[in-house]
Each structure stands twice: as C-alpha cells, then as structure tokens.
C-alpha cells in the first residue's frame, strides 16, 4: 500500500492511493484511525483493516459518489487533494551521515572521514513539510544544500532489537530530503543547527509498505536540481544497511512508531562541487526513488 496523508478544504485523513484516486480509510471503516501515528500504533489489525477498506472500494460497481455513514466522500481523485507529509509530526527524526561510498570519497577531499561507529544526529519534528510545500531558506544561511535519502519508518517499539529481527519492525519507506544550511553545520562544532531550520526535511509523498518494496537495498534514487540531475545512485551502495542501522539505535534508544530513519545520501551533494552549488529562491528539486513515488519541493526566501 502507498499510504497517504492528505487534506481536502479542510478535512485531514489518512488515505491509500488506488488506481490514481485517493481512498479516504476511515471514510470506509470508521474503525481505522485517521491520524498515520495511530495508524501505526494499531499493528496488524489496522493494517488489515486498510486492505478490506481497499478491496471493498476495488470491487464497488460505482466508485463515484461512495459515501460514508457520516456522509464523506471515500474516493478521490489525486487533483483533488492536497498531500501533507505521510508523519507530519514524527516522534524522532534520525539521520545517518557518511553511508554512501560515492559521498564519503567526495567528503574525504574536505578532510572528512567516517567514524568508528555509525554517525548520527537528528533532526527536529518541526523541520517537516510535505510534498510541494516549499523549502525556506533562511535569512541566516547562504549555502543551503539538498540531500536525497531513502528513509525508512518505524511501525512497532524497538529497544535491542538484533538485526535478523529488524526488518520486522519496518512499516514502510519514504523519500526524504535532509536540506543542511552548510555554513553553520560546518563551522559549528556540532550538527544540529545546520539541520534543524523550519522546512529542512521534505517528506513524502506516501509511506509504501514493504510488500512493495521487495528489496529497499536495490533502489534507484535521483535528484534534480532545476531539471538537472545532481545526484544518482542507487542503495544497494549504502555502507550500513537498514537491519544494521535498525539495530544499533534501538540499542541506544526506544524507537517508537512513527519512527523515521534516513540512511543516508550519496554524491552530488552541493557543497562538494566546483564551484558549490547551494539553493536560490524559485529553485525546484524533484526527488525520486523507485516505487516510492516521486517527491517536488519549491524553494523561497524567508520573509523579512
């Protein structure tokens, strides 16, 4: 399933894309809830849940005007909607760094090198938009950079988990973009403020259950920068894979549902290319990776 966050007016739901239509979930079976954190909280049984939910709108004779006991609508189309982040306010935000060899050899000629262990830092639930939502660039920083990463969402608490069993605690992947205000991450001597501006992580733009995704480890990722691709590469080359990555955290802290985890980014970045390449305002990046959809962001000032 490609679950979905999305308004319509003023209306907020939890829906799954089906046959280039939106269904609204708890439009169909009251009982599934219509917040992604609670959805994920219920386990298996919301799931199953959303798969009848599915199969009844699938089978209906006519889909147009299916109605729900309070009178919504159940189906929609795509145009219809307005796509919010799959988690708009996630419990944690972890974000690997150096997991690409393409971008640690690109690094490498800054002087920066891997750590012994897995390097993580986080970034804040605020940081979040959705698809099409823009990215600000802040009036403190002229060198914000973009970052495509595959990131992979906790569905069920974790602590000390070992990585045979991690791939069970996965509810699904996602396309993110971990933007980093690379003057002050670089000249700071810690990571969290070149992270954390409002609108630094884009989202989206569904949350796809790992049926669809039979190999995470074998996925093209590309982002395009104005139409010109910038980064390309594929995650069978990520130095830590996501059992691995699973594992260790939970080994240092609780993940709960909602969890989400980005595995890193690969080379093209923008800081690392002669002359750098940073964001403007009226930039467009189009993020995509296979099977998850693709993911555009706009770029503007911040007001004055």
Known sequence: MHLVTFRVLSHRSLGAELDAKVIDLPAVDSAIPNDMLQFLEAGERALEAARNALQFVQTAADK???????????VHEQEEVTYLAPIPRPPKILAIGLNYRSHIDELAR?????????????????TVVGPNEPVILPALSKEVDYEIELAFIVG?????????????????YTIFNDISARDIQLVDNQITLGKNFDTFAPMGPSLVTPEEV???????????????????????????????MLSFLSKVMTLEPGTVVATGTPGGVGFQRQPPVFLHPGDVMRLEIDGLGVLETPVVAEDS
């Open 156 to 172: 069920k608490r974790a602590r000390h988990v070992t990585p045979q069993e991690a791939m069970k605690y996965v509810a699904g």
């Open 110 to 126: 800054a002087g920066i090198r891997p750590t012994r262990i897995p390097f993580f830092f986080s970034k804040l639930p605020s």
């Open 64 to 74: 147009r005007d299916l109605r729900g006991r309070d009178g919504s609508r159940m």
């Open 214 to 244: 039979p190999d995470p480890h074998s996925l093209t990722l590309s982002l395009q920068l104005n139409g010109v691709v910038m980064q390309h590469d594929s995650t069978s080359n990520l130095v830590c894979r996501i059992p691995e």
